[in-house]
């Protein structure tokens, strides 16, 4: 598993920002070159195991949400949702959400990036497949600063008031 002072892996998220004017489906997503998305840049990451889950759409995402400011008041540049869901998922759901235009709601729907982090999560045996661990973590210039993993099963590190008070 990917620590504290790693460079993270390189690959290939997935993002959409555009939505079809008649339906309001999300149009194809654009790739995100991880390293290049990073490079100078202080950057906040948390990942939940799924769009649209309770915890993830109750508690996890909303808290972001409500600390922005307080957290580009400490010179974070992005705050990146990641979900091993598709960018067509994670843009309904980042929309529903509210969180468009702030988060980046970035798709990791084959969990490459994920596993290639060692935070992948296999949830076959409930019929979800490959995920996400619980997760959030500090990048600057694509080395990690700060990392909170869950438990399995648990909602206590990795909220936004833990990383947001980690900052200073």
């Known amino acids: 598993m990917i620590k504290v002072g790693d460079r993270i892996p390189g690959g290939k998220l997935y993002e959409t ?3 079809e004017s008649k339906t309001g489906c999300p149009l194809p997503p654009k790739e995100v ?7 100078g840049k ?5 990942a939940v195991p799924g769009a649209y889950t309770p915890t993830c759409s109750m508690q996890h995402l909303p808290g ?3 600390h922005f400011d307080a957290f580009k ?6 705050i990146w949702c990641v979900a091993t869901n598709d960018a067509f998922v994670m843009a309904a759901w980042g929309r529903e959400q ?3 235009g702030k988060l980046r709601m970035l798709a990791d729907g084959s969990a490459i990036w994920t596993q290639a982090m060692g935070l992948g999560l296999d949830l076959t045996a409930r019929g979800m497949g490959v ?4 997760y959030s973590m500090l990048i600057e210039d694509g080395v990690v600063k700060r990392l909170n993993v869950e438990a399995p099963g648990k909602f206590e590190v990795s909220n936004a008031e833990t990383l947001l008070a980690q900052l200073g």
């Open 33 to 39: 070159d991880v390293e290049t998305a990073t490079r």
């Open 42 to 46: 202080r950057i906040v990451v948390f």
């Open 64 to 66: 972001y949400l409500q």
């Open 73 to 78: 008041a400490r010179g974070v540049d992005e």
């Open 17 to 19: 920002l555009e939505f």
């Open 98 to 100: 509210g969180a468009l």
């Open 131 to 134: 995920r996400s661990q619980r």
